[in-house]
């Protein structure tokens, strides 16, 4: 499911031409690193969006650490839970002892 969320959200990224935009100064020297291929630039950091948040995976994940919190609070085993949601015992214990 997140492999899909992530394809659709690169499938909207859009480009622009770096030569309508950069100087060509600026592009002669970009080619010295990278010739031809696509170049990601991130936006400002004030201006990015938090990771996940288009493709619903951040709020997926939010509700699966609560879903775990609450299970431990419950009195479910580390090793359980670990188990169940195929993630390492190391991971189960950093989403229950930082939950807020």
């Known amino acids: 499911m997140l492999k899909n969320n992530l394809n659709k959200e ?3 990224m859009s ?12 592009i002669a020297e970009i080619q010295k690193y990278i010739d031809g291929e696509v170049l990601y630039i991130p936006k ?5 969006r938090k990771w996940g948040s288009c493709s ?6 939010d509700s699966r650490n609560r879903q775990i919190v609450k299970q431990f609070q419950n009195g479910r085993k580390i090793e359980e839970i670990s188990d169940e949601y195929y993630l390492s015992v190391e991971t189960i214990k950093k989403i229950v ?3 807020n």
Not at 15 to 26: D, R
């Open 10 to 12: 690169l499938a909207n």
């Open 44 to 48: 400002k950091g004030t201006s990015r």
């Open 56 to 61: 619903g995976a951040r709020q997926q994940i």
């Open 15 to 26: 480009y622009t031409k770096a030569s309508t935009v950069l100087p060509e100064k600026l």
């Open 97 to 99: 002892y930082t939950s």
